[in-house]
């Protein structure tokens, strides 16, 4: 019985239109025949009241005795008003016979339709929609039927979902942004501070001609010095803004021409910055798709980070696992402490022993951009010492964020 249920729950729309359809029309026949038969059978009860009957028995070639029966009317007896009135009714009765039973059974039949086929799932849509209008979307649609108002509902329920996270990644995209320039507008007040305490200075001393040429020239470029660190501040400001509008577009590409760029920028790197960098690759794949950029800019920003802290020697390892492409950029430094590995790949971290002109945003970056490329990016430690940052993109799909 429960299979029988779920069948005909799960059954499509115009299957299940169909059947109340055939159903009820074939209600509709029985009734008016029954109805027919009954008012026939009623009208000749009536009919007998007003006909003289005379039998006659006849012999068949076979010799049977066949009795048959002949009605006349009996002009002695008058039809009553009340007989008569009801022979109108049944005459009546026999012409809308048809059309109202099966009428009937087309309205019934509508309406059980309606209720039991269209009827919930329409007013879930109704609700969910008023809810999306409210901007509402802390609710999930469920009808479980497979027919067409059921994918309407996943289809609808897959469009709350997806609000649902949009509207949550706009949420954080500007907590984050919050958290930027409450970070910005903080590292900005020391250099800002400086720069007023040696405006106050100049213009106090200065017209008393009680600054040297050389306190002077020594005040200027100390200014000129905080001047620029505050314009590279702003321009940092504006990339990592710019982040989250960047673009992925990942396409087929030849993974031999993409290693020989890292290891043309690695050597480069290498020769600069007097560090043996190799680049080991295991991928055997002919083409890969990624966004190379995005790649050739998460790798820029490991090494950058590497070679402020490598003794001697980094190695990047390239290879595709499953379905991600997966690069790892280890140094042989002191590596990551507990905190770091914790607030690393956070905005503006800086380490205390690091210079104040970094500012603490290429982990971030790389964070960001592999995450915007369907991977992570994880930090962690050498087993023999050393930090490494593993970054993996994801190589399934066109992605165009």
Same mark, same amino acid.
């Given at each position: ?5 779920? $069948?005909?729950?799960?059954?499509? *729309?115009?299957?299940?239109?169909? +059947? #109340? ?15 027919? /038969? ?5 009208? /000749?009860? *009536?009919?007998k ?10 012999t068949? %070639?076979a010799g ?5 029966s ?11 008003q009340k007989?008569? +009135?009801?022979?109108k009714? *049944?005459?009546?009765s026999s012409?809308?016979? *048809? @059309? ?9 039949? %509508? ?6 086929k269209?009827k919930?799932p ?6 969910? %929609?008023?809810?999306?209008?409210e901007?509402n ?10 027919d067409?108002?059921?994918r ?8 709350? =979902?997806s609000?649902? /996270?949009?509207y ?8 984050e942004?919050?958290r930027? /320039? ?6 900005l007040?020391t @250099?800002?501070?400086?720069l ?10 200065? @017209?008393?001609?009680?600054v040297?040429?050389?306190?002077l ?5 100390? $200014? ?8 590279? #501040?702003?321009?940092t ?11 992925? =577009? ?8 993409? +290693?020989?760029?890292?290891? =043309?920028?690695?050597?480069?790197l290498?020769?600069?910055f007097?560090?043996? $960098?190799n +680049?080991?690759? !295991? ?9 190379s ?12 980070? %590497? ?30 402490? !507990?905190?770091?590995l ?5 905005a503006? #971290? ?12 290429g ?7 592999c ?9 962690s ?12 993109f ?7 964020n």
């Open positions: 019985m429960d299979r029988i249920k779920r $069948i005909w729950f799960n059954l499509s *729309i115009q299957k299940t239109l169909i +059947v #109340y359809t055939v159903g009820f029309m074939l209600l509709a026949t029985v009734l008016s025949s029954l109805s027919f /038969n009954g008012l026939d059978e009623w009208k /000749n009860a *009536i009919n009241k007003y006909v003289t009957f005379e039998y006659s028995d006849f068949d %070639a049977r005795s066949v009795r048959l002949l009605g006349t009317e009996n002009s002695e007896v008058t039809i009553s007989d008569e +009135v009801l022979l009714f *049944i005459d009546l012409t809308l016979t *048809i @059309p109202v039973f099966f009428g009937g059974c087309i309205i019934l039949a %509508a309406f059980l339709f309606y209720r039991n269209l919930k329409i007013e879930l849509i109704n609700q969910s %929609a008023a809810k999306i209008a901007h979307l802390d609710f999930s649609l469920r009808y479980e039927s497979k067409e108002m059921g309407l509902c996943a289809s609808l329920e897959t469009m709350r =979902s609000l649902e /996270n949009n949550r990644e706009m949420w954080r995209m500007m907590e942004r919050k930027l /320039n409450a970070v910005f507008a903080h590292d007040r @250099p800002l501070t400086v007023r305490g040696y405006s106050d200075f100049l213009s106090n001393y200065i @017209p008393h001609h009680k040297s040429e050389e306190k020239l020594s005040t200027v470029f100390a $200014i000129s010095k905080h001047t620029e660190r505050i314009e590279n #501040y702003v321009a400001m504006n990339d990592v803004q710019k982040l989250e509008d960047i673009s992925i =577009s990942a396409r087929e590409t030849n993974a031999r021409e993409l +290693v020989e760029q890292i290891t =043309s920028t690695a050597q480069m290498g020769n600069q007097a560090i043996n $960098i +680049v080991v690759n !295991h991928i055997k794949d002919e083409f890969i798709n990624v966004d950029k995005i790649v050739l800019r998460v790798i820029d920003n490991l090494l950058s980070n %590497a070679l402020r802290f490598a003794k001697g020697y980094i190695e990047i390892t390239l290879q595709v696992m499953g379905k991600e492409l997966i690069i790892e950029v280890s140094d042989d430094g002191c590596g990551f402490s !507990h905190e770091d914790k607030q690393g790949t956070k503006f #971290y800086r380490t205390h022993s690091e210079e104040s002109v970094h500012f603490g945003l982990l971030y970056i790389c964070k960001t951009l995450e915007k490329h369907g991977g992570e990016f994880l930090l430690n050498n087993e023999i010492g050393g930090a490494k940052g593993t970054a993996k994801d190589l399934q799909k066109l992605i165009n």
